[in-house]
């Protein structure tokens, strides 16, 4: 058992189809997961998206501002808070 508390990002992939008839998934976040001292974990979320037989919901890691900095380099660094 770990005394550290984790915590998640939730993420939701929708799939949809395009006029094209080609399938794509639209990315967002819906929330956060804590991890609890028994390894179960709790899930908050922020909403959840209207097309649960077309979403796929996942856990993900936090991205370390360094990670997303480099994942979009055509962010200005001097954006205000």
Known sequence: MSRDKTMK???GAVEYTTADGEKKSHWTNIGVAFQN???SWNLRFNYIPARLHDTTIQMRDFESKD????ASPDRPDDLPL
Do not use: A
């Open 9 to 11: 990002k939730l993420v």
């Open 67 to 70: 990670e997303e900095r480099t």
């Open 37 to 39: 001292r028994d390894d």
